[in-house]
């Protein structure tokens, strides 16, 4: 753990631990996956953040859990999960038909061929703001919980964390093809498919600017659809507002929720099981970290430790109550 010193802001110490895991993060990227541009960037933000001063320094070390989720599904493009199991496209789109298939026109469509036929601008732009919300929400939530509740930050935090890693092993496990894919190359598998904003495209030329293209042509991997981790991230955000009282707030969450399970079917990005395999995927890993994780005592002094920290506030009473 870098040491948090309140007299020295660059110590010796801190100074060699942030150098050598700068110098060797970008040196296993380019072994690994390449050198990219982004990843100067991830450390020059940590390492700004990390001297800025000793507020920034203990945000910084709270999210630098976002970090590693970040780094691990970026290290995902060395290998692609259609390398390792066979990719799921005909017969995924078979069972949404079977399950939630919708009539039209005497023939039978899936939900996202149905609302492509009605689709119209103002759809397309709640569409558009509710899917932008998937990582924004989620970061400004935890932003919230570290000044205001360390200790549920930290929950959120390694919930958030543990959902993603079941939802990348299902994706090894059970590569799948999204809806566009099919409607782009039918059913025949094509490996180094590039990205597609599929139906964000119109939200993005109602706004003049190629805000989704721009983040799907960076996609790690376009056979990822099962589960949609997009529709699981708002079930955390909700679970760990209700739990922490916020009210009118907990309104917006749910909206959004419903906003975004709406937009990844309706945009083409997602089948309904997809949708659904997110939600379940979310309600798994809060299930596992609160009744087999968090009781745990090794966990708890782990958490009163990086509570310690993190922590800006002098109420003791975030590392005193271990059951929060």
């Not at 059913?187 to 180094?192: D, L, N, S, V, Y």
């Amino acid at each position: 753990m870098l040491s948090d010193n309140r007299t020295v802001l660059f110590s010796k110490k801190d100074m060699v631990s942030t150098a050598a895991i700068s110098a060797a993060y970008l040196l296993i990227s380019t072994f690994i996956i390449g050198f990219k541009i982004e990843q100067v960037f991830l450390v020059l933000l940590f390492n700004l953040t990390y001297y800025l001063s000793f507020g920034s320094r203990r945000f910084i070390t709270g999210f630098s859990i976002f970090i590693v989720y970040w780094v691990v599904f970026d290290y995902m493009k060395a290998i692609p999960n259609y390398q390792v199991n066979a990719v799921h496209i005909q017969d995924l789109y078979n069972a949404e038909k079977s399950v939630f298939g919708l009539s039209a026109g005497g023939s039978k469509l899936t939900p996202n061929e149905f609302l492509a036929l009605y689709s119209n601008a103002v759809l397309d732009a709640f569409s558009g703001i509710f899917y932008l919300c998937w990582v924004p929400v989620p970061l400004a939530f935890a932003a919230y919980l570290f000044f205001k509740h360390p200790r549920q930050f930290i929950y959120f935090s390694l919930t958030f964390f543990l959902v993603n890693l079941l939802g990348f092993v299902v994706y090894y496990i059970y590569p799948a093809a999204p809806p566009w894919y099919v409607l782009e190359n039918g059913f025949t598998f094509i490996a180094h498919t590039k990205g597609n904003t599929a139906g964000l495209y119109r939200f993005d030329n109602l706004v003049g600017t190629p805000i989704f293209k721009s983040m799907y042509e960076k996609s790690s991997n376009v056979f990822a659809a099962m589960p949609s981790l997009h529709s699981a991230y708002p079930v955390l955000v909700l679970f760990y507002g209700v739990k922490n009282k916020l009210g009118w707030v907990n309104v917006l969450f749910a909206v959004v929720m419903a906003g975004i399970w709406f937009a990844a079917v309706y945009t083409g990005h997602h089948y309904v099981l997809d949708v659904l395999a997110g939600i379940v995927c979310a309600i798994a890993g809060i299930a596992i970290f609160n009744k087999l994780i968090v009781p745990n005592r090794t966990f708890a002094q782990f958490v009163n430790l990086f509570i310690r920290k993190i922590s800006i506030q002098k109420d003791r009473s975030e590392i005193i109550d271990v059951k929060a």
